[in-house]
């Protein structure tokens, strides 16, 4: 198993971040890529935007070895 991450931030508004692992085994090894910027848009509301790859090397039959999600969402932050 490994895995990183990494961040970056532009100003108190906008950061984006960086997320990889991979898993190893004989049978399969996996690998997984998330970057994901956020831009405060209020005090507690941001718009965050997402891509994540996945990849497996060896995929159970009947499914593709490398898979991708692209996300946009809001995100309220709850507390103080």
């Known amino acids: ?31 997984g890529n998330k970057t994901t910027l956020t831009a405060l848009l209020t005090k507690r509301l941001s718009a965050r935007v997402s891509f994540e790859v996945r990849h497996e090397t060896d995929p159970q039959p009947g499914f593709e070895p490398t898979d991708t999600a692209s996300r946009f969402s809001l995100v309220y932050a709850f507390g103080d």
Do not use: E, H, P
């Not at 198993?1 to 950061?15: E, Q, T, W, Y």
């Open 1 to 31: 198993i490994a895995a990183s991450r990494a961040g970056l931030v532009f100003n108190d508004a906008v950061k984006l971040a960086n997320d990889t692992n991979l898993i190893y085994a004989d049978t399969s090894t996996q690998i």
